[in-house]
């Protein structure tokens, strides 16, 4: 395993899907700090602007806070979504790298050569996904403690940092490290068990570019909900039942703060199928000859 790890980290495939994870967690840190604000007097102000010009137009006083929106980065309303966003992308990340790494051996006749026998090549489909399994779930870590350190450090600088529970904070990027980790495992084995990486990749893209946005257009009125926003909620996990208060200033508006739950206990179930099967496909037709 240890040898497989150390391979696998040499990989031109692995270094790309790494910068590529660094610079998703980078640019939504930077988005943040970019599209936040600590000007919260001209905020009220142009709220209080609107309101004037709008009642005027129906005739009555309109409350502020209707057209009041914080410019600030509240640490405890946005960090859960966030750590969702940066999940849902680096799953996708890691989904086509781990496709990519593990396909491509494959395709190239690089099993064929060094593990000849159906035992070798079962066994050594193993270590791959053990040891990308593991590199997944540490980087998924790091990047997401990136994310957590530079998005308070946005909150700091732009917005509010207190309100948030810890443990909302734990359990959120617990998650977030997980459904990473799962998704990257998933496309390794995917790619092996088509034994080449392009219709993993293809299909990933197929569906996040076209499928997805048809699908919701077309089924959203009975209810269909994308994958992508499932995974969303499932890392979220916010506990209605919970309502935090938050002292968020002299503002027209507070936004009402959920601490996160332990989560849906069928989202893990599924994830935990969902990998186990496609790590089943991928030893099951790694057993099989090449040339079936």
């Known amino acids: 395993m240890r040898a497989t790890i ?26 943040r700090l970019v599209t936040s604000s600590s000007d919260v007097e001209a905020a009220v102000d142009d709220a209080q602007r609107q309101a004037e010009q709008t009642g005027q137009q129906f005739g009555q006083q309109l409350p502020v806070e209707n057209f009041f929106v914080d410019p600030r980065y509240i640490l405890a309303e946005g960090l859960p979504m966030d750590l969702g966003l940066l999940a849902v992308g680096l799953a996708l990340v890691g989904l086509v790298g781990g496709a990519s790494i593990a396909g491509s051996d494959w395709r190239t006749g690089t099993v064929r050569f060094l593990l ?8 050594g489909t193993l270590r791959t996904l053990g040891a990308w399994a593991v590199l997944s779930v540490l980087g998924a870590f790091v990047l997401v403690l990136l994310a957590v350190g530079g998005l308070y450090a946005v909150a700091a600088i732009n917005g509010h940092v207190s309100g948030i529970a810890g443990l909302t904070i734990v359990s959120t990027a617990l998650r977030a490290v997980l459904v990473v980790a799962a998704s990257s495992v998933a496309g390794a084995s995917l790619a092996i068990a ?3 990486e392009l219709p993993v990749i293809i299909a990933v893209l197929a569906y996040v570019v076209v499928a997805e946005g048809v699908l919701e257009a077309a089924m959203g009125q009975f209810g269909y909900t994308a994958p992508s926003q499932r995974v969303h ?3 979220m996990s916010r506990d209605i039942s919970s309502e935090r208060t938050l002292q968020c200033g002299d503002v027209p508006l ?6 996160s739950g332990p989560g849906n206990p069928m989202g893990y179930v599924v994830l935990a199928l969902t990998v186990g099967a496609c790590v089943l496909a991928a030893l099951l037709i790694a057993r099989r000859p090449i040339w079936r």
């Open 6 to 31: 150390f391979l696998l980290v040499r990989r031109r495939a692995t270094v790309l899907t790494a910068v590529l994870a660094v610079l998703v967690t980078v640019s939504l840190i930077m988005w």
């Open 194 to 196: 088509t034994r080449h």
């Open 233 to 235: 909620e499932f890392i």
């Open 254 to 259: 507070c936004p009402l703060i959920y601490d």
């Open 116 to 123: 000849p026998s159906l035992t070798a090549r079962a066994a």
